[in-house]
């Protein structure tokens, strides 16, 4: 039963990497981030929204078509009127025909108002594409930390399951010679199977951080990626001094704010029109009336205006008055969201960096360094199984809590540009 456990874990972690050997991209964060803002869909949608709304701009630039009327036109010949000379050839005698060509022209500054409102929907549309970005690249960075803390985590597994292998397969020959007990062989044998089992867990979450790595970089099923870049803690000092100007800048800075910003601007011009609206659009007219009066061929102008009695726009009016109440209440609330978060992630930042100083790279030397010290004294016998164990429990913790700690570090940091809205 054991030797079957063992066919399916080598099976499931080394038949695995073998099987993805020729479809392997090997990546750095540089070109990954290079790579998602050539191809990814979101942002390439996003920008069809701008082109878009430019679009709507130039159509609000246009003025409205004129209207033209062709009307009183009889089908049938008419004997009792007066003879009047052919309009096309021979026929135009005995018809009458009237032909009208209006057109309206906007009053009170509508198209321009219209014009400026297009405008701003293409600011908004811009905002919304930096929006789509920031969330886009914290996704990209916060899974390609994952998928770096996860290698590494694969890096130990697999550094103990060959050591572990070798100490095993010395302990079943020894078992056979009669020198050491069943139990410590099986000791021995547990953990390694247990190593293999938490290397397998590793393959299937990073498996679903290829997924959304894959998703977010435009990359065929089929291949598999590697982040070539070391697992190290962000480079960049962070002080407590820097806040008050990390919330100035979110306020310029933030899609969120921006966007909220421009729909104050919108809603504020939404009310000029509004108001422009109760001002009627005035219709100027031509019409020419071939024998339908006292004269044969009457030309005429007229102009047509609505009489603002009943209606004079009151409720939309209202509306949009109330509308701008409502942005900017949104645009304080996104500014007091942003200042609230900065200040929480760096405390988060703050508090996670001050664990990283007792990390160094000699400590982590050191912890490397015991290891093979315990694994010689443990097959020289010069400790053990319980001390040796012990230590390697020990070992595997504080290998966990540096990559933790640099995993959370790096969150954190990514976390606080997300929230400042630019890159520190």
Do not use: C
């Given at each position: 039963?054991?030797?079957?456990?063992?066919?399916v874990l080598y099976i499931h972690v080394f038949?695995?990497?073998?099987?993805?050997?020729?479809?392997?991209?090997?990546?750095?964060?540089?070109?990954?981030?290079?790579?998602?803002?050539?191809?990814?869909?979101?942002?390439?949608?996003?920008?069809?929204?701008?082109?878009?709304?430019?679009?709507?701009?130039?159509?609000?630039?246009?003025w409205p078509n004129p209207t033209l009327s062709?009307?009183?036109?009889?089908?049938w010949k008419t004997y009792d009127i007066e003879?009047?000379?052919?309009?096309?050839?021979?026929?135009?005698?005995?018809?009458?025909?009237?032909?009208?060509?209006?057109?309206?022209?906007?009053?009170?500054?509508?198209?321009?108002?219209?014009?400026?409102?297009?405008?701003?929907?293409?600011?908004?549309?811009?905002?919304?594409?930096?929006?789509?970005?920031?969330?886009?690249?914290?996704?990209?960075?916060?899974?390609?930390?994952?998928?770096?803390?996860?290698?590494?985590?694969?890096?130990?597994?697999?550094?103990?399951?060959?050591?572990?292998?070798?100490?095993?397969?010395?302990?079943?020959?020894?078992?056979?010679?009669?020198?050491?007990?069943?139990?410590?062989?099986?000791?021995?044998?547990?953990?390694?199977?247990?190593?293999?089992?938490?290397?397998?867990?590793?393959?299937?979450?990073?498996?679903?951080?290829?997924?959304?790595?894959?998703?977010?970089?435009?990359?065929?099923?089929?291949?598999?990626?590697?982040?070539?870049?070391?697992?190290?803690?962000?480079?960049?000092?962070?002080?407590?001094?820097?806040?008050?100007?990390?919330?100035?800048?979110?306020?310029?800075?933030?899609?969120?704010?921006?966007?909220?910003?421009?729909?104050?601007?919108?809603?504020?011009?939404?009310?000029?029109?509004?108001?422009?609206?109760?001002?009627?659009?005035?219709?100027?007219?031509?019409?020419?009336?071939?024998?339908?009066?006292?004269?044969?061929?009457?030309?005429?102008?007229?102009?047509?205006?609505?009489?603002?009695?009943?209606?004079?726009?009151?409720?939309?009016?209202?509306?949009?008055?109330?509308?701008?109440?409502?942005?900017?209440?949104?645009?304080?609330?996104?500014?007091?969201?942003?200042?609230?978060?900065?200040?929480?992630?760096?405390?988060?930042?703050?508090?996670?960096?001050?664990?990283?100083?007792?990390?160094?790279?000699?400590?982590?030397?050191?912890?490397?360094?015991?290891?093979?010290?315990?694994?010689?004294?443990?097959?020289?016998?010069?400790?053990?199984?319980?001390?040796?164990?012990?230590?390697?429990?020990?070992?595997?913790?504080?290998?966990?809590?540096?990559?933790?700690?640099?995993?959370?570090?790096?969150?954190?940091?990514?976390?606080?540009?997300?929230?400042?809205?630019?890159?520190?």
């Amino acid at each position: 039963m054991k030797k079957h456990i063992l066919i399916v874990l080598y099976i499931h972690v080394f038949g695995f990497f073998s099987a993805q050997v020729s479809d392997t991209i090997t990546i750095s964060r540089k070109e990954a981030e290079a790579v998602f803002l050539a191809n990814n869909l979101d942002l390439i949608a996003q920008k069809l929204e701008i082109s878009q709304a430019e679009a709507r701009t130039i159509q609000a630039k246009f003025w409205p078509n004129p209207t033209l009327s062709i009307s009183e036109v009889n089908l049938w010949k008419t004997y009792d009127i007066e003879a009047q000379p052919a309009l096309i050839g021979n026929w135009g005698k005995s018809s009458q025909v009237a032909v009208e060509i209006e057109q309206v022209i906007q009053t009170a500054g509508k198209r321009r108002k219209n014009i400026e409102l297009a405008k701003i929907d293409v600011d908004g549309e811009q905002y919304e594409l930096q929006e789509v970005l920031r969330e886009l690249k914290k996704t990209l960075r916060n899974t390609v930390t994952e998928i770096l803390y996860n290698q590494e985590q694969q890096k130990i597994y697999q550094g103990q399951i060959a050591s572990i292998e070798k100490l095993t397969k010395s302990y079943n020959n020894q078992l056979s010679l009669g020198n050491i007990s069943k139990a410590e062989y099986v000791r021995l044998k547990a953990q390694e199977i247990e190593f293999k089992k938490k290397l397998i867990s590793l393959h299937q979450e990073i498996q679903e951080q290829q997924v959304e790595l894959k998703a977010l970089l435009i990359l065929p099923a089929k291949k598999y990626i590697v982040i070539s870049d070391p697992f190290t803690m962000p480079e960049k000092d962070l002080s407590e001094l820097e806040v008050d100007q990390w919330t100035e800048k979110a306020k310029e800075n933030r899609p969120d704010i921006l966007m909220a910003k421009n729909q104050e601007k919108y809603a504020q011009k939404n009310l000029e029109l509004q108001n422009a609206m109760k001002t009627p659009d005035v219709t100027v007219s031509m019409n020419y009336d071939r024998g339908g009066n006292i004269m044969k061929d009457f030309v005429g102008v007229g102009v047509a205006v609505d009489l603002p009695i009943f209606d004079r726009n009151k409720g939309n009016i209202q509306e949009a008055k109330l509308e701008i109440e409502k942005t900017k209440i949104e645009t304080r609330k996104n500014v007091l969201k942003s200042e609230n978060e900065i200040s929480s992630v760096f405390k988060n930042y703050i508090k996670t960096k001050e664990i990283s100083h007792d990390i160094d790279d000699a400590y982590e030397s050191t912890l490397d360094g015991l290891l093979i010290s315990h694994e010689k004294n443990f097959r020289l016998r010069n400790i053990s199984m319980l001390e040796y164990m012990d230590f390697l429990d020990t070992y595997i913790g504080n290998k966990m809590i540096i990559l933790d700690t640099k995993k959370e570090l790096n969150q954190y940091y990514e976390n606080l540009q997300y929230v400042v809205g630019q890159d520190l």
